[in-house]
């Protein structure tokens, strides 16, 4: 249309340097075995305060837990088939957000960003590799 104009939207996030920590293992039941079990956790900080939460990302503090197995077949002399396998399972905090920073014309105004958010995350991971 005549005269309309189109207005960037910007959202500040000002996420926030963060902690993550990780631990992983494998071992094998013996030197010559082609399976390998493995282990891990994780530990995440959210880089995202009350007051710049949004629903588009609704970080929180997570803890990670996966086990895996990977087992390596031999094709010929030189060429080998991987298989690995793992699953992780992700727990996020709970967060409370109250935001009452939000205004309107000076007046306190409703903000959608104010609630309880919970969440968990469930990852299979299924690959196959060939070395030659």
Known sequence: SPG???YDVVSEQSWSD???LRLATEVAPSDKS???VRASVLYDTSPIDDQHFDLIAPDSDK????????YQLSLSQNTKLV???AYQHLFFAERNVVNSSKTILNKP???FHNG?????FDVLHLSTTVRF
């Not at 803890?63 to 990977?70: A, N, P, Q, T, Y």
């Not at 309880?116 to 968990?120: F, G, P």
């Open 116 to 120: 309880v958010t919970r969440a968990a």
């Open 34 to 36: 082609p399976l390998r």
């Open 4 to 6: 309309a104009y189109l």
């Open 109 to 111: 105004a409703p903000s």
């Open 18 to 20: 963060t902690i993550s």
């Open 63 to 70: 803890l990670g837990i996966g086990v895996g197995l990977g």
């Open 83 to 85: 298989i690995d396998v």
